[in-house]
């Protein structure tokens, strides 16, 4: 799935074939494990930054190696492109285009006028940024998906039920189709769309959100008083394995997702793409793909747990942000599809 979602996020945001379908070491796909695979010092000198913030100016946490990659990248597109943007529509487009500006205006979330109405600031958009607006696009574009659904078709192999009513749903729309997999199809397949919501309340690729207090706040139900500064961290994992929202929690039931189900809960108690401002950028693009990858693996076969199965699954203790699996065992066999 990790070399689906690259290839996926390679196209779409930098318009490039990134080789990863049948390469399991093309060069993004060894970039995307050393992204996700933080060494012990970027471990314990991320833990000292989050108790000494001041150590941030003196201590370089980014692998150089991953910074020089992307930069390479960069400017290989851009050699390619000329130096500006060819009307694909995509992320190194915007970027060329931001870089020609030379600046990017905005307005600030967290510091206002005296009037009360938001300080505009700007950002200088030189090389280093680039480099790290790509960082940021093809990390939080591959990884989360890939861990998403990987553990959505864990969870169909345990769930066979369910993994053949999703998969007949499947197979209904793509006859309507012409068994061509484009982007109404998708949007049509809701029992997939069920399990896939129903798999990131049980496992979200990010376990907690962060967030950092930027105007006094009292939480009047618990009286706890916030100052600027503080940092919360919102238990999203918590929050959706709590059963005051989400009766029996652990078990696999995307009829939670059903329409009316949805309605009857509380907004905030399902969070796999944060909310507020800060929110995923990519949620749309990130169900898309998710979407994409697992109709098509399911349209044409089907997943059991193999002799290594386990049902529970382990999180690498070494994940960061992103809540990577340990190895995930399934059995693969291919569907016999009616032809008419
Ligand atoms: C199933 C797929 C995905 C999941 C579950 C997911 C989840 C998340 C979550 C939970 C956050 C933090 C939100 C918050 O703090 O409130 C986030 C942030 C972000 N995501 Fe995603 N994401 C997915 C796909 C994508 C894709 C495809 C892209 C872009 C190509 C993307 C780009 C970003 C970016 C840039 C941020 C940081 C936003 C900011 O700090 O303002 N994500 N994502």
């Known amino acids: 799935m990790a070399r689906f979602t690259t290839e996926f996020i390679g196209a779409c945001g930098f318009g490039i074939e990134m080789d990863t379908i049948n ?31 001041f150590l941030k100016n003196h201590i370089a946490l980014m692998n150089p190696e991953i910074e020089l990659a992307i930069r390479k990248l960069f ?5 390619q492109r000329n130096y500006a943007p060819i009307g694909r ?28 109405q938001p300080l505009k600031v700007e950002m200088d958009m030189d090389m280093k940024m680039m480099v790290a607006q790509l960082f940021v696009f093809f990390a939080a574009g591959f990884e989360t998906s ?5 553990y959505t078709l864990h969870q169909l192999a345990y769930n066979p039920d369910i993994q053949t009513r999703v998969q007949e749903d499947i197979d209904r729309v793509m006859s309507k189709y012409d068994n061509k ?4 199809a998708i949007a049509e397949m809701t029992l997939l769309d069920m399990a896939f919501k129903e798999s990131m309340r049980k496992f ?22 916030l100052d600027p500064g503080v940092k919360i961290l919102i238990p999203v994992q918590a929050i959706q394995h709590d059963e005051q929202y989400f009766d029996n929690p652990f078990e696999y039931r995307p009829e939670r997702f059903e329409e009316d189900a949805v309605k009857d809960r509380h907004k905030f108690v399902y969070l796999p793409f944060g909310e507020g401002p800060r929110s995923c950028i990519g949620a749309r693009l990130g169900q898309m793909q998710s979407m994409a ?20 699954l382990t999180v690498n203790p070494f994940a960061n ?8 065992y399934l059995k693969i066999t291919e569907r016999k599809l009616k032809t008419t």
């Open 23 to 53: 390469n399991e070491h093309s060069q993004f796909r060894d970039l995307g494990k050393l992204i996700f695979t933080p060494s012990r010092r970027f471990v314990i000198f991320n833990c000292l930054m989050e108790v000494f913030p």
């Open 75 to 79: 400017e290989q597109i851009q050699k």
């Open 89 to 116: 529509n995509d992320f190194v487009d915007l970027l060329l285009e931001l870089e020609k500006k030379g600046k990017m205006c905005g307005e600030s979330i967290e510091n206002v006028n005296k009037d009360g």
């Open 146 to 150: 890939s861990s998403a659904t990987s």
């Open 181 to 184: 997999l484009c982007y109404e």
């Open 204 to 225: 979200p690729s990010l376990g907690v959100l962060n967030r950092v207090c930027a105007k006094k706040y009292v939480i009047p139900e618990l009286d706890i008083k």
């Open 293 to 312: 990858g697992l109709a098509a693996l399911l349209h044409r076969f089907t997943f059991e747990p193999s002799a290594l199965s386990t049902p529970q």
């Open 321 to 328: 942000n992103v809540q990577g699996l340990q190895k995930i």
